[in-house]
């Protein structure tokens, strides 16, 4: 937020090198966090918010697939998921392709 101050700062002919690399490892440790909070703990929560998705799929759901297809799922395996998308026509994908379930 504040690295800027950090860096503007001019190195003066008796300044401590010590300082410096604390001040640089601490606005390091800054940018870390700042990337932990911002990007990787939300995709986190996101992959676990998917997965249970992807646990409680049963037959009868109304599901969305990656690639916009909607349909009913009709047998649910360890690995597929055969959806109905019209009469009589059964389409198997991964189970990674769900992106939804309808709300009932």
Do not use: C, W
Request: glycine residues 8%; positive net charge; hydrophobic residues 45%.
């Amino acid at each position: 937020m504040f690295a800027f101050l950090f860096m503007a700062q001019p190195q003066g002919a008796g300044s401590d090198p010590a300082s410096s690399m604390i001040s640089t490892v601490v606005m390091f440790g800054g940018i870390i966090l700042v990337f932990y909070f911002m990007m990787i703990r939300p995709q986190q929560k996101r992959a676990k918010e998917h997965r249970a998705m992807l646990e409680q799929i049963k037959r009868g759901d109304k599901v969305v697939t990656a690639s916009g297809i909607k349909g009913t799922v009709y047998e649910v395996d360890d690995k597929t998921i055969t959806v109905t998308i019209a009469n009589n026509v059964h389409v198997d994908f991964e189970k990674s392709a769900i992106t939804g379930v309808e709300a009932k």
